[in-house]
């Protein structure tokens, strides 16, 4: 799988849009972009993944370069509750037993 | 979306004990589960991929004879810590994938293990 880097930290204030982005340079055609995020204690939550074309959901929204070599994740309007580590993750999505392999990700701090 | 269990969510043990931390899931099922580890402030590190019905595969550096995995049906994997001792304390996350090959992974809500 492809490796990502991710900035260590990042500060957001509450009520205002949270771009988290994340680099993929050695992404290959058939790896997707995921994104999870690990709240304190807790297990890992699936928020939204792509290929090459924005994605939204209720979470979330995901815009992917045009290059794929980067993409960002934007929370839309961060709560007190978004403050987690936020993990990118590229890899290949039909490959059996495929293994996701997390990096150190991006903790975000939502300050109020 | 879909739900996996983890049990206990705590467990604390004398060191020498065994312990077995159970993932299930609980609206579908998995033919294959991951687990992890996490110590304090770090990111997960997979241990290894469990197979329902076959052996785990495990990850270089895993001691296969010290974390014994066992995935017997479609929604329950095991992971059992043998012969416990405090550097084995930890975060213990179990993962299973929904919908085959390319389903997506949901995430338990992790075992912490206190080795005394």
């Known amino acids: 799988d492809a490796k990502t880097t991710q900035p260590p930290s990042m500060d957001c204030a509450e009520g205002r849009a949270a771009n988290l982005p994340c680099n993929h340079s050695?992404?290959?055609?058939?790896?997707?972009v995921y994104w999870y995020r690990q709240i304190h204690s807790q297990g890992p939550q699936y928020i939204i993944h792509g290929l090459k074309n924005n994605e939204t959901n209720e979470m979330a929204s995901l815009i992917i370069t045009e290059d794929r070599k980067s993409s960002t994740l934007i929370l839309p309007h961060a709560t007190l509750r978004d403050t987690a580590v936020y993990y990118c993750?590229?890899?290949?999505?039909?490959?059996?037993?495929?293994?996701?392999?997390f990096g150190a990700g991006t903790r975000l701090f939502v300050k109020a | 979306g879909a739900v996996v269990s983890q049990h206990p969510s705590r467990v604390i043990c004398k060191s020498g004990t065994s312990v077995k931390i159970e993932c299930r899931s609980l609206d579908f099922q998995a033919t294959t589960m991951f687990w992890y580890r996490q110590f304090p402030k770090q990111s997960l590190m997979l241990m290894a991929t469990s197979n329902e019905g076959s052996k785990a595969t495990y990850e270089q550096g895993v001691e296969k004879d010290k974390f014994l995995i066992n995935h017997a049906s479609l929604t329950l994997s095991t992971l059992t810590v043998t012969s416990a001792h405090p550097e084995d304390s930890s975060f213990y996350i179990c993962?299973?994938?929904?919908?085959?090959?390319?389903?997506?992974?949901?995430f338990g809500e992790g075992s912490r293990l206190t080795v005394l």
């Open positions: 050695t992404i290959s055609g058939n790896e997707y």
């Open positions: 993962s299973a994938r929904v919908g085959g090959a390319s389903g997506e992974l949901f």
């Open positions: 993750i590229v890899r290949a999505r039909n490959t059996g037993g495929f293994k996701t392999i």
